[in-house]
DNA sequence: GATAGCCGGGG
DNA sequence: GTGTACGGCTATC
């Protein structure tokens, strides 16, 4: 039969160690395949002689001759997974050993040449012992899975949740349909009412069966909810059955991170896919809350209840927080469809399961790639380095890109470059890789700027894998042109999948703990960086261009002839190795550059573009932070707008004026004002704001659990600020020089100090010192 | 400006 | 359970 593999894990039956497969057939069916037929191992440098040595070490099977790179290794063949590390350690008085550290189901997938959620061709006899097991050519498009999420409340009052005594008191749930596990009724269709929370947990489990689901996903349901529920099944002696079989959910440790597994389902945490999304910069949020993400990514608001105040909320019996619980579930399936399609492919370009691929980090998904690939060529996985080699990696950083430092200050008619694929290109087109480098003086080689030799004459490995996934993700693209519908999408993933691995060899290259670290490989790619933009730039000026900013790989070049745009771009391109192109980024007709900090001179990475269609792009400002007054972020924003729309600096201080004015005259709506800053144990010596606004409002008998989010305002009673700083709902005035002076001004003058403006400047309306043509 | 230490998401 | 792994921001000197 025809199958996908959705996961799989080690299991062992009866003294013998297998996998199991969780596979999912064309026609919608899930089903379970075994197969104990794979012997783990690990490899010894040494001399055949060594081998009745290694035989007698505990849990070695046999031992055998093998090749890597062209070179023989002994191969040791354990039992059992779990005496590899054992064996290993005893070993290595033989030799050093290689592939120990290699977890059994990966090492699987790589000798079998299984890609996880891509086709295969799978014979299993009647009790799902696999006899057959091969994969298919082709990129077939995964058969849909079910899919359902959920999302617990629960009773808390005395602040963060504590799984010990807190009990759970709603869990909402979204898949075929919608439904909501709880204690207490409520007027709605959706919610089932039980008698204890014990009840709940157990309904909750049937119905995750009911719908067959293959994907349960979860906010944080890693280090939140399913940990949560299954203290709270321990505690209420409930059975928590979310899985295919009687086992509770499986936690642990994945690096500093916990993770949740079921058996025979995906746990899709689209919070680890979210934080990854935001540490590539796909996505730009100060914050991961579900609502912010939910947001942005999909443009929908949410039901929304303070947190803190959920307890009230089930207390009084308020119908809104099962309408919250809910659209939490919700919003967390909608997230979750959006991001699997992505998923599916980074775990079949990596080659890692989708439960593995959804938790890794841009240096996992390289490393699995490149360990597959190096098994496939015949070549020795490189060991990871030990801890001391890992941290003199990282005490050693190298000469980065380069920057061109712009002057701060407004800007017509910006034509941005960037090269496309710069990093990728360049290790393509000089062959780098830690096999190729220190080529023999007289042989065939790249050099590059720092004098490093990368040999012609053989294809590395990082290079090779590198130009496949470039070339897939061209054809996927080239692909895309002509498909329609869900096709379409699928080939979107996959280009953007492969974009993001793409990306990341340059970082794997000088990772700490990079199997095929290169200090050498990754520094003489930023030198050929640096190489190739200086060169470009120094081109763009001969060309007549003024060199706006240039960063890594990006140029802004302001021009007076737009035709000479292209030409110039052209000319580029024409001298450029084969791989590496200039592209035209867009054009702009107004841009901005902004001082780092007041005072200093640079600008670096801290600019705003508006272009023809009216988008604006904004790089390296401070986010909107939630410690922020609306008032301060408002303003912000609407001078960044007045600049780059029209222009007109005059008209931006004109509004700050409008708004220290408004401040100054109490006219300033209270909610404006508002300051949210999350509560947490400081020392008492220096008291914070809201540390003040919470004192005060417990002497009040307000009860205010730690670690709340606090919202004030600063008022006029008081010397200090935290004197002053009371708690948004009981605050009657506000002190207007705090908020002139203390959030707007600041706020204002990290855009307008770039325009020579300082406090004063803005407050009596005058410009200072030397000033541009503006 | 360096560096140590904290925190994320979840209720 | 062959593995024990992050990175950005802030306070503080």
């Known amino acids: 039969m025809k199958a996908f593999l959705l996961d799989i894990d080690y299991v062992m039956r009866k003294n013998r160690s297998g996998v199991r497969l969780l596979l999912k057939t064309p026609t919608g069916k899930t089903t379970r395949a075994y197969d104990y037929s794979f012997e783990p191992y690990f490899l010894v440098d040494a001399d055949e002689k060594k081998t009745d040595a290694l035989k007698k070490i505990a849990g070695v099977k046999r031992v055998e001759t093998t090749e890597r790179s062209g070179r023989k290794f002994l191969k040791v063949v354990c039992t059992h997974p779990s005496e590899v590390p054992m064996a290993a350690s005893a070993a290595?008085?033989?030799?050093?050993?290689?592939?120990?550290?290699?977890?059994?189901?990966?090492?699987?997938?790589i000798d079998r040449k299984i890609v996880p959620c891509a086709p295969l061709e799978v014979e299993a006899d009647e009790e799902g012992a696999v006899t057959l097991l091969r994969p298919l050519e082709g990129h077939d498009e995964m058969p849909s899975l079910r899919m359902a999420s959920f999302d617990i409340e629960t009773y808390n009052p005395t602040g963060i949740p504590d799984a010990k005594k807190d009990p759970c008191i709603m869990i909402g749930c979204s898949a075929s349909k919608d439904v909501l596990f709880t204690t207490k009724k409520y007027p709605f269709d959706f919610v089932k009412t039980v008698a204890t929370e014990k009840e709940m947990l157990e309904a909750f489990s049937s119905f995750i069966r009911e719908e067959r689901?293959?994907?349960?996903c979860t906010y944080n349901g890693d280090e939140f909810d399913l940990p949560y529920l299954a203290e709270r099944a321990k505690q209420t002696k409930a059975q928590l059955r979310l899985g295919r079989t009687k086992a509770m959910p499986f936690f642990k440790r994945l690096g500093l991170r916990n993770t949740s597994?079921?058996?025979g389902r995906v746990h899709f945490d689209v919070f680890n896919v979210v934080s990854f999304m935001s540490t590539i910069g796909a996505l730009r949020l100060p914050r991961l809350s579900l609502d912010m993400v939910y947001e942005e990514v999909l443009g929908k608001k949410i039901e929304d209840i303070a947190k803190l105040e959920i307890w009230k909320a089930w207390d009084r019996g308020d119908a809104h927080l099962a309408k919250y619980c809910r659209s939490d579930a919700v919003s967390c399936l909608e997230l979750a469809k959006h991001f699997l399609p992505l998923e599916i492919e980074l775990a079949r370009?990596?080659?890692?399961?989708?439960?593995?691929?959804?938790?890794?980090?841009t240096g996992q998904l390289v490393e699995s790639l490149l360990m597959r690939r190096a098994a496939e060529r015949g070549e020795l996985i490189p060991n990871k380095p030990e801890q001391a080699e890992a941290e003199a990696r990282q005490a050693a950083p190298i000469q980065g890109a380069f920057v061109k430092i712009p002057e701060p200050g407004i800007y017509e008619n910006?034509?941005?470059?960037d090269f496309r694929s710069l990093y990728p290109s360049i290790i393509i087109s000089h062959n780098v890789d830690p096999e190729t480098i220190g080529c023999a003086e007289g042989e065939d080689a790249f050099v590059s700027p720092l004098g490093h030799r990368f040999c012609k004459n053989r294809k590395g490995l990082i290079p090779s894998v590198l130009s496949e996934v470039l070339e897939a993700r061209f054809a996927a693209k080239k692909a895309m042109k002509t498909a329609e519908g869900d096709a379409r999408s699928q080939l979107d993933a996959r280009q953007w999948a492969l974009k993001i691995v793409a990306n990341s060899f340059y970082g794997y290259l000088l990772y700490a703990r990079s199997r095929w670290y290169s200090r050498e490989c990754g520094e003489s790619v930023t030198a050929w960086g640096r190489h190739y933009i200086q060169e470009t730039m120094r081109k763009a000026e001969e060309a007549g261009f003024k060199v706006?900013?240039?960063?890594?790989?990006?140029?802004?070049?302001q021009y007076t002839d737009e035709k000479k745009v292209m030409e110039f771009q052209k000319a580029i391109n024409a001298e450029l190795p084969e791989k590496m192109e200039l592209e035209l980024e867009d054009i702009y007709p107004r841009g901005i550059f902004v001082a780092k900090k007041q005072g200093e001179k640079g600008a670096k990475k801290k600019y705003a573009l508006i272009n023809r269609d009216g988008k604006i792009k904004i790089r390296g400002f401070e986010l909107v932070r939630r410690d922020w007054s609306r008032v301060a972020r408002r303003t912000q924003k609407d001078v960044l707008e007045i600049l780059l729309k029209e222009g007109d600096v005059k008209k931006a201080v004109a509004l700050v004026r409008k708004v220290v004015e408004d401040l100054r005259a109490g006219v300033t709506p209270m909610e404006d004002l508002v300051i949210h800053t999350q509560l947490r144990k400081k020392n008492y010596e220096v008291k914070s704001p809201e540390l003040g606004a919470v004192e005060k409002a417990r002497k009040a008998g307000v009860r205010v659990p730690d670690n709340s989010l606090v919202s004030y305002v600063i008022t006029k009673t008081g010397k200090t600020i935290s004197e002053k700083a009371e708690m948004a709902e009981t605050a009657k005035d506000y002190d207007a020089d705090y908020y002139v002076n203390n959030q707007?001004?600041?706020?204002?003058?990290?855009?307008?100090?770039?325009f020579g403006y300082d406090e004063d400047g803005i407050k009596l309306g005058g410009r200072q010192k030397g000033l541009g043509s503006w």
């Open 744 to 754: 707007v001004l600041p706020a204002v003058l990290k855009i307008l100090g770039a």
């Open 213 to 216: 689901t293959d994907v349960l």
């Open 548 to 557: 706006l900013y240039g960063d890594t790989d990006s140029i802004m070049l």
């Open 92 to 109: 290595s008085m033989h030799g050093k050993t290689y592939e120990n550290a290699i977890q059994y189901v990966r090492r699987y997938l």
């Open 349 to 361: 370009v990596s080659g890692t399961t989708l439960h593995d691929a959804s938790r890794a980090t």
């Open 414 to 417: 910006i034509a941005v470059f």
């Open 261 to 263: 597994r079921l058996n």
